[in-house]
């Protein structure tokens, strides 16, 4: 089955860190690039991070530029993003996301998981 | 740096009614755009790419127009399972998504 499935949110500190995971099945996921998008509780979608499919190219929102890494370990199929420095603005439902298309971004989504929720807060 | 804008916020409609979306580009962004579902608590789901490319499995009644600036999102005949909430996103530059509009029943 072609899936995606996010691990890794929780409750943090202001100022803490998290990593969370995503784990692909079901297709060839090393053909594709992958990116983080996140949604804050009653907001609209806000795109985070990318990673190429080998990895090789990333590229960050403003808003988290210096704070998050995106990493892919193509070997497990899983996807990652290193948060640090989070502030209570990042809390948000994070999804990971599948390029639609083998170039080496299409920047559209054609697959997403169900999310993993971070807040942050004291 | 390009703005998305939605209209209207929110349509109130009928089963088997059409409905009409609008997403409007600050500046043009040529053919690359697309539009997404999402239900309460479910992730999205891609319906449109490029402006008027069915994703795969999606329905014929959702259709997608327009070009530059502006562009429409188009439900012939409304499903139950089509009341959501609908995103516009473009990929000119980075990926925006649009602020939403939701669809609900009347």
């Not at chain 1, 692909?24 to 992958?34: D, I």
């Not at chain 1, 403003?62 to 704070?67: E, H, I, L, N």
């Not at chain 1, 998981?113 to 993993?116: D, I, K, S, V």
């Given at each position: 089955e072609v899936q995606l499935l996010e691990s890794g949110g929780g409750l943090v500190q202001p100022g803490g860190s998290l990593r969370l995971s995503c784990a692909?099945?079901?297709?060839?996921?090393?053909?594709?690039?992958?990116?983080?998008?996140?949604q804050a509780p009653g907001k609209g979608l806000e795109w985070v991070s990318a990673i190429s499919g080998s990895g090789g190219s990333t590229y960050y929102a403003?808003?988290?530029?210096?704070?998050f890494t995106i990493s892919r370990?193509?070997?497990?199929?899983?996807?990652?993003?290193?948060?640090?420095?989070?502030?209570?603005?990042?809390?948000?439902?994070?999804y990971c996301a599948k390029d639609y298309g083998d170039y080496e971004f299409g920047w559209y989504f054609d697959l997403w998981?169900?999310?993993?929720l971070v807040t942050v807060s004291s | 740096?390009?703005?998305l804008t939605q209209s209207p916020a929110t349509l109130s409609l009928s089963p088997g009614e059409r409905a009409t979306l609008s997403c409007r580009a600050s500046q043009s962004v040529s053919s690359y755009l697309a539009w997404y579902q999402q239900k309460p608590g479910q992730a999205p789901?891609?319906?449109?790419?490029?402006?008027?490319?069915?994703?795969t499995g999606i329905p014929a009644r959702f259709s997608g127009s327009g070009s530059g600036t502006d562009f429409t999102l188009t439900i012939s005949s409304l499903e139950p399972e089509d009341f959501a909430v609908y995103y516009c996103q473009q990929r000119s530059n980075w990926p925006l998504f649009g602020p939403g509009t939701k669809v609900d029943i009347k």
């Open positions: 692909a099945s079901g297709f060839t996921f090393s053909s594709y690039a992958m990116s983080w998008v996140r403003d808003s988290v530029k210096g704070r370990d193509n070997s497990k199929n899983t996807l990652y993003l290193q948060m640090n420095s989070l502030r209570a603005e990042d809390t948000a439902v994070y998981g169900r999310g993993t | 740096e390009i703005v789901r891609l319906l449109i790419y490029d402006a008027s490319n069915r994703a």
